[in-house]
């Protein structure tokens, strides 16, 4: 058997790892959350193959190329090409959707044009991105913009008054300047008395050069209308993003009148196939899909149906029967988008792959991991390399080699403590094999509940008509496979809290901003009270202690980490060079406190930095993030490196303590080792004990079973889902036999 060895690794708290893993073989590395599995596989072994790569071109493609620096280690031997498939949302495009990210709808595009009635054109004319095919009202959207004006500039003001309230329309930005520069406006006349004339040119007038433009215009300069412009420059860019908040005062998105929110305009919409036309088809989910292009027979469509079945069954085997190929790859959670791009490389014909995985079963119902396994066996199958960064039993359990690092995290991690089959890791005595041994009993002894919250025939999304009685005062969980309609019953439970107006927190996968500035320092407020000590001790101003002002990095603007921008491809980022991933400047660092400097101390992690600010006020901040398992991250830690699991904590950590709250919480396990996720139950125990109610979105088994009561709703996802399946105690739910988690709480 051939082997990747890698010699001598010490990279990040790595302590010169030296291990072989078995290529054409499915790998697991395990360990503790902040153990060194992640500074093995992705900083070491994919970061040195990318590098390894990119010096295979010509130095002009490699101007153009991200830079990787070369990982510490000694030596790597026999390493392959990588592709990392990690938990990344895919690009939030407007004009991307599930569909077009799967080449389905290049194909469904082709079937249309082949064997569709009337015959309207070729396959480009079915795209809801060329000039024959979309939406002329929506531009083929879906979606149509309609700002209020009232809401974003102030008729009663004067140009040189400041009237339009939007962050690069004030006063003196530069896009302020393109209607006081133009000439073409009063700039002291107030906007109302305006003639008509006047305000259709500054609210609504296409792109267009100006006659007898005055000296301060720019010679190449188009004039817009501050309607079209805000459109065309904010709203459909990636600007929009950045300024979300106030775009929502002013702009309201709705459904396209003329084309329903089916992007493709009349005549395209004409041409139909057993009476659908290719909106029609995009609505519905894969599953259904799957029967409609079977029951096509026109021998035109025999290679076309068949390319469509084969990427549609893909999906559907990974347990992503539910989506359909209108909805918009934005909306993919980072596991839904993981797992579509574990199924396009089923079908691919590359060959002797290290395919790079992390965590794989977060946010997946045990069903659901079932399916994943498959697929990454049948990836393996086809002659390549698959190594999984992984927690979850059922994965370990069938990998072919399993490499656990520990033996703790942080400085004391960074160590192999097993590598060989799963037989002998079970043999071993690591903190990993030692919590696969230790089986989570039924709960036999659940709480019971005086109060209840009544959800009365709830049919959000695709729950159908769903009652269901949820027990306060305990720990409660909701499970079920991916798309069966868990989060949508979140939601309509928040409503209901709302309604009554009963103390809560909600801390959802989406609800927790955050940026590459974003730390759990910063996300806790204790950064200030940090940057304070040292301005104090070293009598300067706290300023050169902010990566955000005078201490920042001048390469990387403080963010440790440079972007490329890929294009077409996801952004890839490398560590800054100047300032290693530090994000100061050099004389940032030249300050001490108690023999530390800043980027010591955010270097520490949080068990590390509790330690040290013992004796200061904001070490109960730390104390609790401590108590939610999150000791390992480290001060300076990007949020956006965190799992989404790992954020609910930290948010969850801010609203600790309390009495009489009710936690809705959705998948606060993700990215969870075995012992991290017992030490998070015995939180939620003694927060239930305290006397708050703790609800769930929960797929792992341990959380099952330590639950006092259980609803299940299902059976399948999308449109197979919605029902109410199960609701008792896990007792009961073990003795069901209609249950899709039943089979799963056997030891």
Not at 442 to 458: G, H, Q
Not at 690 to 712: C, M, P, Q
Not at 734 to 745: E, F, G, S, W
Request: charged share 25%; glycine share 6%.
């Amino acid at each position: 058997m051939e082997y990747i060895k890698i010699k001598n690794a010490k990279q990040n708290n790595l302590k010169d790892v030296t291990v072989e893993i078995p290529k054409h073989q499915l790998t697991v590395v395990t360990g503790v959350s902040g153990s060194g599995k992640s500074s093995l596989v992705f900083d070491t072994l994919a970061a040195e193959s990318r590098r390894e790569l990119n010096d295979t071109f010509n130095s002009y493609v490699q101007a153009y190329l991200p830079k990787y620096g070369r990982p510490e280690v000694e030596k790597i031997e026999n390493l392959p090409v990588s592709i990392m498939i990690e938990q990344q949302k895919v690009s939030a495009n407007s004009r991307s959707t599930v569909g077009t990210y799967t080449d389905i709808y290049t194909f469904l595009r082709l079937l249309f044009s082949r064997v569709g009635k009337p015959f309207i054109g070729y396959s480009d004319t079915f795209s809801f991105n060329h000039p024959d095919g979309k939406c002329p009202t929506c531009d083929g959207l879906g979606k149509v913009t309609e700002i209020h004006l009232h809401q974003l500039v102030d008729f009663n003001k004067s140009l040189n008054e400041d009237p339009i309230d939007f962050p690069t329309f004030h006063k003196g930005k530069w896009r302020w300047k393109r209607y006081a520069n133009s000439g073409l406006f009063d700039l002291d006349e107030k906007i109302k008395d305006y003639t008509p004339e006047e305000q259709d040119l500054l609210f609504y007038a296409p792109r267009q050069q100006i006659k007898n433009a005055p000296a301060e215009w720019p010679h190449t300069a188009l004039y817009e209308g501050i309607v079209p412009r805000v459109q065309r420059s904010i709203i459909h860019s990636d600007e929009g993003r950045r300024h979300q908040k106030q775009l929502d005062r002013f702009v309201t998105v709705k459904e396209c009148p003329d084309c329903h929110g089916s992007r493709v305009n009349e005549k395209v919409r004409s041409c139909k196939i057993s009476g659908k036309n290719i909106a029609d088809v995009v609505s519905m989910s894969l599953e259904q899909l799957k029967e409609f292009v079977t029951a096509i027979s026109d021998p035109l469509a025999v290679n076309v149906k068949s390319e469509i079945m084969l990427r549609v069954q893909a999906l559907i085997d990974i347990g992503l029967s539910y989506l359909t190929l209108e909805r918009a790859t934005g909306t993919l959670s980072g596991g839904e988008a993981q797992r579509i791009k574990i199924a396009k490389y089923i079908n691919s014909s590359l060959n002797d792959i290290m395919y790079i995985l992390d965590e794989p079963s977060a946010g997946l119902h045990p069903q659901d991991i079932e399916r994943v396994s498959q697929a990454l066996i049948a990836i393996k199958n086809k002659g390549n390399t698959v190594v999984l960064v992984e927690h979850h039993p059922q994965l370990i359990q069938m990998a072919d080699y399993i490499i656990d690092i520990g033996p703790k995290a942080g400085e004391n991690g960074g160590a192999v403590q097993f590598a060989g089959p799963y037989s002998e890791f079970l043999q071993s005595n690591t903190i990993t094999s030692r919590a696969l041994h230790e089986k989570v009993p039924l709960n036999d002894s659940p709480r019971t509940s005086e109060n209840t919250l009544s959800i009365k025939n709830a049919d959000l999304h695709n729950l159908k008509n769903l009652s269901v009685d949820i027990p306060l005062g305990v720990l409660a969980v909701i499970c079920g496979v991916a798309g069966s309609g868990k989060s949508s019953l979140a939601s309509v439970i928040y409503q209901k809290i709302m309604q009554q107006d009963k103390e809560m927190v909600y801390i959802s996968q989406k609800n927790i901003g955050v940026n590459l500035r974003s730390t759990p320092m910063t996300y806790l407020n204790i950064f200030d009270k940090i940057r304070s000590l040292f301005a104090k001790e070293n009598n300067v101003s706290p300023a050169w202690f902010s990566y955000n002002s005078k201490g920042a990095c001048p390469r990387c603007k403080g963010k440790g980490i440079i972007v490329s921008d890929m294009s077409f491809m996801e952004d890839v980022t490398t560590v800054c060079e100047l300032c290693h991933g530090a994000r100061y400047n050099e004389e940032a660092t030249q300050y001490f406190y108690q023999g530390k400097t800043i980027v010591d101390v955010l270097d520490m992690n949080v068990n590390e930095s509790f330690a040290f600010f013992k004796d200061q006020p904001f070490a109960q901040e730390l104390k609790q993030l401590l108590d939610v398992g999150l000791g390992y991250l480290k001060l300076n830690q990007s949020l956006t490196t965190l799992s989404g699991g790992e954020l609910q904590r930290l948010k969850l950590a801010d609203n600790l303590h309390r009495e009489g709250t009710i936690y809705l919480l959705d998948e606060p396990t993700d990215g969870l080792h075995l012992d991290d996720i017992q030490q998070l139950l015995d939180l939620f125990e003694q927060m239930v004990d305290e006397g708050n109610s703790i609800i769930l979105l929960e797929h792992h088994i341990s959380v099952i079973k330590r639950a006092d009561w259980v609803i299940e709703i299902g059976p399948e996802g999308g449109d197979k889902g919605g029902y109410l399946t199960f609701s008792g105690t896990v007792q009961d739910l073990a003795k069901t036999d209609n249950t899709v988690t039943a089979p799963y709480l056997v030891n």
